[in-house]
């Protein structure tokens, strides 16, 4: 399929429909990972030409990916970042981490914007922040797109951090997502301080169950088995 890259054509709709002058993109990345937080960004970028070859951070190589981001963080009007810890979405669920997540990206950007466009159909941050759901906007959104990618490199950094601590979980290379090395590591050694408790993978290791954590809600272990079946590396 042919390369589409994303346009500015929900922000101007925002703009012409509700009179919104700041238009924020957010995205989040590490909802379906077993260790580390789940993190957001929020971006704005104005109506600007993107830097070519802008998508969805998980079109893109590692090698392209680092370097847009790179050029991303000096293109974007303002941008920010929002961590939700594991042990606050084990204590308050995913929803209402993403929530957080995303309301500590949004209310660290300078300016407060007027709108937000948030990738996915599920409006997880709601009032009072006025919000567009876009399916696949970090595909199709300029400010998604951005906030897609710094979020990714940025937490991607986060996880390698992490590596040197716990070597033998490998999350350098997996972001603490699952992945046979970590499966390995976790059945021999077991959950390390960075692990979401209140998650399924528990269930299948019997001499680390008595650690488990109460899950939060059905939509919560919705959005985690919606997580857990794709590996976002």
Not at 66 to 78: K, N
Request: glycine content about 8%; aromatic content about 6%; proline content about 7%.
């Amino acid at each position: 399929m042919p390369y589409q890259p994303p346009t500015h054509s929900v922000e101007r709709s925002l703009r012409a429909t509700t009179g919104a002058k700041i238009v924020a993109g957010v995205d989040e990345v590490g909802r379906g990972a077993w260790a580390g937080p789940v993190t957001v960004c929020a971006a704005v970028t104005g109506l600007r030409r993107p830097p070519e070859g802008l998508t969805d951070s998980k079109l893109l190589t590692l090698k392209r990916r680092t370097a847009l981001a790179e050029q991303l963080e000096s293109w974007v009007t303002a941008y920010a970042l929002g961590h939700s810890s594991p042990q606050e979405i084990d204590e308050l669920g995913m929803t209402a981490a993403l929530r957080l997540a995303a309301t500590r990206a949004l209310e660290a950007l300078p300016v407060r914007p007027d709108a937000v466009i948030l990738d996915g159909k599920h409006d997880y941050l709601g009032a009072p922040w006025k919000v567009r759901t876009v399916i696949k906007g970090d595909q199709s959104c300029v400010v998604v797109s951005a906030a897609s990618v710094i979020a990714k490199v940025r937490r991607d950094a986060m996880m390698a951090e992490l590596d040197e601590e716990h070597a033998d979980f490998c999350f350098r290379d997996n972001a603490g997502y699952p992945s046979p090395v970590h499966r390995a590591a976790l059945e021999e050694l077991g959950p390390t301080p960075h692990h979401r408790l209140s998650w399924a993978y528990l269930d299948a290791l019997p001499r680390w169950q008595h650690l488990k954590r109460a899950r939060i809600s059905p939509d919560d272990m919705a959005l985690e088995a919606g997580g857990q079946l794709g590996f976002d590396f």
